[in-house]
């Protein structure tokens, strides 16, 4: 299979994964805090991957350049979740949806800003794709602190966006160990301040941990190795369609109309987008 095409199906995965997390980031943060959450979840991924990393120390393979850059990917990471969290506490999952996905626009305005590398395509697929997503999430509300924090957040998840694709040739493992460090260090702090966590909450994060951070970013790092970013941050706009679709498995939800129409914009754009770049030579 041709590197993109793989690089293209990998990002796919990891929206299908982030997909899946929407109702259980919501049922985690009504019993715990959005500190707790966000640290807990980078805690147990950490505590996942440390047998690997102490792995690759005895074997003397251990690339510490990688982690740093991990690291300093994890500060990113580590603020949209917790900034995610936090705003939609205050706000609704649709609304909390929409403005998280305009972390899309952010990498497309520093794509043509700051690298100047940019197409009409580019342009053409991200206005279909934030059409869609307006429609398919129908937010409404005013300016409110919920809308501020997430907005922020959508600016973290940008900046990680970009930075993934700027060390993806760095080691994976370390580079995900790493990410995962910031919030984990954290936990200790959340403990004293949020308090026990319950069995139930803990089976959700443990969940969002296994599958939405350590198999979903491991995907995301390896497909964005062979991706661009631009490419990237539009299909990760898919997120909030699989998050209907399993919805919509669960019967939690109906189909309705405009769901259809929005759904259908977001994969058209993204078709556009993936098409272009498995067509061109732009840099990753």
Request: no cysteine.
């Given at each position: 299979m041709n590197k993109r095409v793989a690089g293209v199906v990998s990002l796919v995965v990891t929206t299908i994964l982030w997909g899946s997390s929407f109702s259980f980031i919501k049922l985690s943060v009504t019993d715990v805090s959005p500190l707790t959450y966000s640290s807990l979840r980078s805690f147990i991924a950490v505590i996942l991957l440390t047998p690997i990393i102490l792995l690759r120390m005895y074997r003397g393979v251990?690339?510490?350049?990688s982690l740093y850059k991990g690291f300093i990917v994890g500060i990113t990471y580590f603020l949209g979740l917790f900034l995610q969290a936090a705003g939609t506490v205050y706000t609704t999952p649709s609304l909390s949806a929409f403005i998280t996905g305009l972390n899309s626009v952010h990498v497309h305005l520093y794509i043509a800003l700051v690298e100047r590398n940019y197409g009409l395509i580019d342009g053409i697929a991200l206005?279909?794709?934030?059409?869609?997503?307006?429609?398919l999430t129908?937010?409404?509300?005013?300016l409110t602190i919920g809308v501020l924090l997430i907005l922020m957040g959508s600016i973290a998840w940008a900046a990680q966006i970009i930075l993934v694709s700027r060390y993806g040739s760095s080691s994976i493992i370390e580079i995900l160990y790493g990410m995962f460090l910031p919030g984990a260090l954290t936990y200790p702090f959340a403990l004293i301040l949020g308090g026990?966590?319950?069995?139930?909450a803990l089976i959700y994060i443990t969940y969002l941990a296994v599958a939405c951070s350590v198999l979903a970013t491991f995907f995301q790092v390896?497909?964005?190795r062979y991706v661009s970013p631009l490419t990237a941050a539009l299909i990760f706009l898919l997120e909030p369609v699989f998050a209907l679709l399993f919805s919509l498995a669960m019967g939690l939800e109906g189909i309705e109309p405009y769901k259809v129409i929005g759904g259908g914009l977001i994969v058209i754009a993204t078709y556009l987008s993936s098409m272009a770049e498995l067509s061109s030579n732009r840099s990753k």
């Open positions: 251990l690339s510490i350049n206005l279909l794709a934030l059409s869609g997503l307006y429609v129908s937010p409404s509300g005013g026990a966590v319950g069995i139930e390896w497909g964005q």
